[in-house]
C-alpha cells in the first residue's frame, strides 16, 4: 500500500489565484481529514469527510472547499488564496482512531 | 473540542539525558494519543492512551494517563540524536477528528 499520498509537494501561488491539494489514500478508510500546521503551532482542523459524499467543516474551514465523490480522494480547494494560507497543510486518514498523514503540501502564497 | 496545552514548548538536552513532555486538560479526555513529527516530516503516530492510570513502554519511550484522565506524559529515557522532533499529544473526538497540542519540540545534541 502506498498509504496517503499529497500532491503537489509544494507550490507558490499568487494573492488571488486558486488550487487544489490533492490527497489519495489506499487503505480504503471512510475517515479522511484536512489539517494545516503553522510553524510552531499544532494541526488545526480544515475539513473532515466520514465516508464518499459525506464532508463537514472542522476548526478553521474559511477560505476552503472540499469534495469526496470516492472512497480513496478527498481534495482541498483554495478559491481565492491569501497570504495567511501559507501553511504545510497534511491529508490524513484514520482506521481505529489512529491516523495516518500523508507528506504534506507546503504551499507559500505571495 | 476538548483543549490540550503541552509543556515545554522546547526542550534542548544532551545525548544521554532524559526528556519528559506533558500534556494537560481542563476535562476529563477519553483517550490521549501521541505523535512525533521530525523535521520537515509528517506526524507519526507512536500510541494512544485510553485507560485511567495506563502505562505503556516502547524501548525507551513511556507513555502515562494520569488516574482522572486529565493529563498524560511522554518520557523518554537516555535521548539519543534519532529522537530529534516535535513531540505532540492529541485527543479524539466525535468523527474521529483529533484536537492537538502545540507540540514540544526536543533537540538533542550529542
Known amino acids: 500500500n502506498a498509504g496517503v499520498t499529497q500532491t503537489p509537494k509544494f507550490r507558490i501561488l499568487k494573492i488571488g489565484q486558486s488550487m487544489t491539494l490533492q490527497c489519495a489514500q489506499d487503505?480504503?478508510?471512510?475517515?479522511m481529514y484536512w489539517y494545516r500546521q503553522d510553524p510552531g503551532m499544532g494541526l488545526k482542523l480544515i475539513y473532515y469527510?466520514?465516508?464518499?459524499?459525506?464532508?463537514d467543516k472542522g476548526e478553521v474551514p474559511n477560505g476552503y472547499n472540499v469534495s469526496r465523490s470516492t472512497t480513496e480522494d478527498f481534495p482541498l480547494r483554495l478559491e481565492l488564496a491569501a497570504p495567511s494560507q501559507t501553511s504545510v497543510y497534511f491529508c490524513a486518514s484514520t482506521h481505529q482512531e489512529t491516523q495516518y498523514f500523508g507528506p504534506g503540501t507546503r504551499l507559500l502564497v505571495l | 473540542g476538548q483543549q490540550v496545552m503541552q509543556i515545554p514548548q522546547y526542550q534542548h538536552v544532551q545525548e544521554g539525558e532524559d526528556f519528559t513532555t506533558y500534556c494537560n486538560s481542563s476535562t476529563t479526555l477519553s483517550n490521549i494519543q501521541w505523535y512525533k513529527q521530525r523535521p520537515g516530516g509528517h506526524p507519526v503516530f507512536l500510541i494512544q492512551l485510553v485507560k485511567s492510570g495506563e502505562v505503556k513502554k516502547q524501548k525507551r519511550l513511556t507513555f502515562q494517563f494520569g488516574e482522572a484522565k486529565k493529563n498524560s506524559s511522554l518520557h523518554i529515557t537516555a535521548t539519543q540524536t534519532t529522537d530529534v522532533g516535535t513531540y505532540f499529544c492529541?485527543?479524539?473526538?466525535?468523527?474521529?477528528?483529533?484536537?492537538f497540542g502545540k507540540g514540544t519540540s526536543l533537540l538533542v545534541t550529542p
Open positions: 492529541a485527543n479524539s473526538n466525535s468523527g474521529y477528528a483529533l484536537n
Open positions: 469527510s466520514v465516508g464518499a459524499g459525506i464532508t
Open positions: 487503505m480504503n478508510h471512510n475517515y
